[in-house]
């Protein structure tokens, strides 16, 4: 005779684990050394707090008057400064009276930019809308038509010059990315070659020595008469540096794929390309989503070297606006706050959109 | 063997040596198979069972002899393997579903981009197959949601999808817990009355028994023994065939 099986059925966890006090005694107070160190800390934070709003709030000056901020210089803070060298900060060289086409140019670039973040806006219409982007873009920044008066390259600045910079170059390395990271697994000697030894040279070099190549020395070698405009130069370097890092973090990302991912594509009778497309990269790359952030990331903060080739985006803008009035120039710590505040909101969108991106591709990974 | 009309593969003295260690892993194989024919090879691991039928599809390339498929020599010609994977379906061990498609687009990627069938029939033709692995209900589900024997009778459905005249399986029910492989098991089974031509990797000496017209044994690279599973099972020729045996059916 056999016994028939019974199951039992599933019941919650046992004992109360959720509420504020319990998360309390869980997180910060398990045990007497746990405790000491939280309200270590927490002392610590108060303190600092404490500390920073005497000097950021309470015996600021938030009007642009020099003379009080004078009076009140190391104890508090002098908000002023932004309202006055704000706009030369945030505008860099670019002339006063047409500051109204840069803000158009960039809120436009930014717009599509978050438009293409969007999976649902991911078809065929989004390149031609880069391209309507661009040329709107580059006719309202640079002028000289359409009524609009002309403004050399070398003047652009300030912020739309670090979110220019950032965007197109993130747009032209991504892909170049990819290409280079397939090409040092090639099966051909010639492409690996000249792949690995492009990431390989590039990766042994600072930004700032490729920046500098690209403006003073290519010149150089240019053809009596023949001028790259000192911007494009600039793009191509910054474009050639962050795609060799992120070749290789795609490369990761494409050595991590289980071998028969590509066999059972290829026995499926897909070409190389079909196999690429549809079956490696959307695995590939959704495993280093973060890394690949990681060097867009940085790529939006070494934007700020192209000081080095006398263009002044945000950062250079502001050495620019300070360094040379010397009435203001004790306010630089103020200054590079406010333009901390804007990196930082930027890089912090950033790294948001990267966590839900890959929330988003993992959804087919979840058991 | 025994029929006189052209064989749908054949190898004739095929070597192969893995390029990366210089192993001889194929050793003077010969070998006819017939439209229609049921083979399941068997033999210890790394006896190139494996290689072998990798090699039919061009997955693994191979040195010296030739193989044809389907009156097509496998060589260089990258079109000559085109049109054999066009004719050739595999299900691996690890399944190899692709786990950020679902079960549906699993099976419609090469209809529709391979054979260019409009989707809406390639969703027709692959609901047709999911029915016939009996799997319909997850057709909207990602691979990593189901169970193994689930996702391997999913494979097995993306590769009918292609028509194949001729389907490899290389050992399919090895990653399998024990209660799913008889799930795998029955609808290979019913694949074989409909008069596919189907090379199968196993160690499942009941299905051979069940529905081989001929068991291939390897070892070492070489083809030992073949002969059908009967005659194999009951009386095999070689030393080797008898301990391989004696060792996989003793417990």
Known sequence: ??????????????????GPLAWLRVNLFFSA???????GLLALGVWVLVASMDWAVLHAVFNANLQSCNELRGVGACWGVISEKGRLIVMGRYPEAEHWRPV??????????????????????????????LAVYFVLMKGGFVGLTAVDTDQWGGFPLTVMLTVISMTLAFPLAIFVALGRRSSMPAIRTLCTLYVEL?????????????????????????????????????????????????????QALPKGQTEAAATLGLSYWQVQRMIVLPQALATVVPSIMNTFIGL???????????????????????????????????AYLFITFIYFAFCFAMSRYSLWIEDRTAVSKVR | ?????????????????????????????????AKGEKVVICGPSGSGKSTLIRCINALEEYQEGTLTVDGTVLGDDLKGIDKVRREVGM?????????????????????????????KEAIEKAMVQLERVRIVEHAHKYPLQLSGGQQQRVAIARALCLTPKIMLFDEPTSALDPEMIKEVLDVMIELTSQGMTMLCVTHEMGFAKAVADRVIFMDQGQVVEQAPPQQFFDSPQTDRAQDFLSKILGH
């Open chain 1, 202 to 254: 590039i990766r042994g070099v600072p930004l700032i020595t490729v920046l500098f190549m690209a403006s003073f020395m290519l010149p150089l070698f240019m053809p009596e008469g023949v001028k790259i405009d000192v911007l494009l130069r600039v793009v191509v370097g910054i474009t050639l540096f962050s795609a060799a890092y992120m070749a290789e973090v795609i490369r990761g990302g494409l």
């Open chain 1, 1 to 18: 005779m056999s016994t028939i099986f019974k199951s039992i059925d599933a019941r919650p966890m046992p004992g109360s684990r959720s």
């Open chain 2, 1 to 33: 063997m025994t029929s006189n009309a052209t064989p749908l593969i054949e190898f004739k003295g095929v070597n192969k040596w893995y390029a990366s260690n210089g192993y001889h892993v194929l050793r003077d194989v010969n070998l006819q198979f």
């Open chain 1, 33 to 39: 050394g746990s405790s000491l160190l939280s309200l």
């Open chain 1, 104 to 133: 158009i140019a960039t809120a436009l670039m930014l717009g599509v930019v978050v438009l293409s973040c969007m999976p649902r806006f991911w078809n065929k219409a989004l390149p031609l809308l880069w391209g309507v982007m």
């Open chain 2, 91 to 119: 299900v691996f061990q690890q399944f190899n579903l692709f786990p950020h498609l679902t079960v549906l687009e699993n099976l419609i990627l090469s209809p529709t981009w391979v054979a260019k069938m409009p989707r």
């Open chain 1, 300 to 334: 939006f903060k070494d934007t700020s070297l192209v000081t080095i080739v006398s263009l002044y985006e945000l950062t250079g803008a502001l050495g620019l606006a300070l360094n040379s009035d010397a009435d203001w120039r004790p306010f630089k710590i103020e």
